[in-house]
């Protein structure tokens, strides 16, 4: 995802802000890291360059 893709998400639980944690950069495009919502402190994963935005009980589903 690119770092501008900030100002567009927010969490889907309160529709705040997210905080972006990139473990994993490639120029402006971040690959890996955490989005940790500034209000309800949840945290979403960033894994192959897609940020998860699901809320946390709605991931590990097996589909
Ligand atoms: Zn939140």
Same mark, same amino acid.
């Given at each position: 995802?690119?770092?501008?893709?900030?100002?567009?998400?927010c969490?889907?639980?309160?529709?705040?802000?997210l =905080?972006?944690?990139?473990? @994993?950069?490639?120029?402006?495009?971040? +690959?890996?890291?955490?989005?940790?919502?500034? #209000?309800?402190? =949840?945290?979403?994963?960033? @894994?192959?360059?897609?940020?998860n935005? +699901?809320?946390?009980?709605?991931?590990?589903? #097996?589909?």
């Amino acid at each position: 995802m690119k770092e501008s893709l900030m100002d567009i998400i927010c969490c889907p639980l309160d529709k705040q802000e997210l =905080e972006l944690d990139a473990t @994993e950069t490639d120029d402006e495009e971040v +690959l890996a890291g955490t989005l940790t919502c500034t #209000e309800c402190g =949840e945290t979403y994963p960033i @894994e192959d360059g897609i940020p998860n935005l +699901l809320p946390p009980d709605m991931r590990d589903v #097996e589909a």
